[in-house]
């Protein structure tokens, strides 16, 4: 039977309601519109180039979570950190790495972010702040709160951002790293990607407590529900934790509810859902709403508009040819950025 949704996607909640007094600017919009429209239409061909078999392992799509990375990083700055899981395309593209180097590795290229060894999962991009591209689920989530400790102790003011689905919120680390994110007051927000579903299954069926926003509670941390369908609340929450962070009072917790249209990843026949259950959300698709308000506010002609899709579409062909065209990585390369120990003694030196 179809586990029915606990997560009617509702308005962000209680203070930050109160608190809503940003006015976002008709750029904001249509940045949000493109890099919006780049991860979908990056993703849509990433599942049909997987299904040709252009490229293995595995591939979580992340259309219809869009709107966090969008409002996250419109709400953060460049010197700040992101870390996520495996369901990493979307991240990077919001943060400006070009799509030719993510789709080189996809395809396992030299070319690609991670030197084609890491794959869909593993996405890194150093330059944009990006440290993954996590493949065991919660592992980010102290890995995370480490970096905020170093960030911390050198100095800066920079926040660290780990995202993490509904069921890696059920990894007994993240009370371990909750405890000391606390007791250290560290500049981390921990983003709550949740979907309502891990794999299969879905919340209601891993616990008696529905709302996640109350994992924060036993440690005093601040923790809000946000309506992750809106790039708009979304900003909103992530820029008072984040402002929270800089000025020293610590981590938030942000239970963010979105949805995934697509299945956990290409293998899924979706069992544990129904057709209307996907529709009622893709009814409330964020780019569509972007677009809306573009529209209603006639913040582009409609040439303009086009000329974005063709943007779009042209980035992406140019991607594939471009993945195409590279070259695997050479055997040599097996044994580089692997982390090692000086005399570990089952690492042989070839
Ligand atoms: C430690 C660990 N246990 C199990 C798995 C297998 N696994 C991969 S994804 C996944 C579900 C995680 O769901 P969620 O955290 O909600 O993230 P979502 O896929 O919904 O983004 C599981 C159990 C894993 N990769 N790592
Ligand atoms: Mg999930």
Request: hydrophobic share 35%.
């Amino acid at each position: 039977m179809a586990a029915k949704s606990s997560q009617t996607p509702k308005k962000t909640t209680k203070k930050e309601a109160a608190s809503k007094k940003i006015k976002f600017s008709k750029e904001t919009y249509i940045k949000w519109y493109k890099d919006m429209l780049l991860m979908r239409k990056f993703e849509e061909k990433a599942g049909q180039l997987y299904i040709q078999q252009k490229f293995g392992g595995f591939c979580h799509l992340y259309i219809g979570q869009e709107a966090i990375v969008a409002g996250t990083v419109s709400a953060t700055r460049p010197t700040d950190l992101h870390m996520t899981a495996y369901r990493d395309h979307a991240h990077p593209i919001g943060l400006g790495t070009d799509v030719r180097r993510l789709m080189a590795e996809l395809y396992g290229r030299q070319t690609g972010v991670s030197k084609g060894k890491g794959g869909s999962m593993h996405f890194f991009d150093k330059e944009k702040n990006f440290l993954g591209g996590h493949g065991i689920v919660g592992a980010q989530i102290p890995m995370g709160a480490g970096v905020a400790f170093a960030e911390k102790y050198k100095g800066t003011d920079n926040v660290t951002m780990v995202s993490f689905g509904d069921g890696a919120a059920r990894q007994g680390a993240l009370h371990e790293t909750f405890n000391m994110a606390m007791l250290w007051k560290l500049p981390v927000i921990f983003i709550v990607e949740n979907n309502n579903y891990a794999m299969g299954t879905s919340v209601e069926r891993t616990t008696n407590v529905m709302d996640l926003s109350k994992l924060g509670s036993s440690y005093e941390m601040p923790s809000f529900s946000v309506n992750g369908m809106s790039p708009e609340d979304v900003h909103e929450a992530v820029a008072m934790a984040a402002e929270r962070a800089r000025k020293g009072d610590g981590p938030t917790l942000l239970d963010i509810k979105t949805y995934r249209y697509k299945g956990h990843s290409m293998s899924d026949p979706q069992k544990y859902r129904t057709k209307d259950e996907v529709k009622e959300y893709q009814s409330k698709d964020p780019i569509e709403h972007c677009l809306k308000v573009i529209r209603d506010n006639k913040y582009l002609t409609e040439e303009e508009i086009k000329d974005i899709q063709s943007w779009v579409t042209n980035e992406i062909t140019e991607a594939i040819e471009f993945a195409e065209q590279s070259e695997y990585p050479t055997k040599d390369e097996l044994y580089k950025d692997v982390y090692k120990t000086e005399g570990y003694p089952f690492i042989i030196e070839y």
